[in-house]
């Protein structure tokens, strides 16, 4: 992982755990919420959240609630698609 030597500011300290939220969300499979509007191809999964921890603003990210709710129902969806996109579970070896 690469971490810019400016998030180790004292003015961005108190928040940096916000920011690896966001970065966790990546990991966890989720794009930013503007993404579809820039992309071809891709699905929204849930309803629009301006305040996704997924979402650029001035303040720091914070995961909301549909955040949590969304991203539960994806991992959870029956069928293993999202219309016509197939989804895979990843596990990786210990």
Known sequence: MLVFQTAFQ??????????????LGHVLGLRHEFA??????GFQFGPRDPLSVM??????PMITQNDVDCT????????GKIGNIPLALYVPDN
Do not use: K
């Open 10 to 23: 004292a003015v961005h300290r108190p928040h940096l755990w916000r920011y690896f939220l966001h970065e």
């Open 36 to 41: 579809l509007a820039l992309e071809v191809g």
């Open 55 to 60: 979402n650029y603003r001035s303040e720091p």
């Open 72 to 79: 539960t129902a994806l991992y959870w969806l029956p069928g």
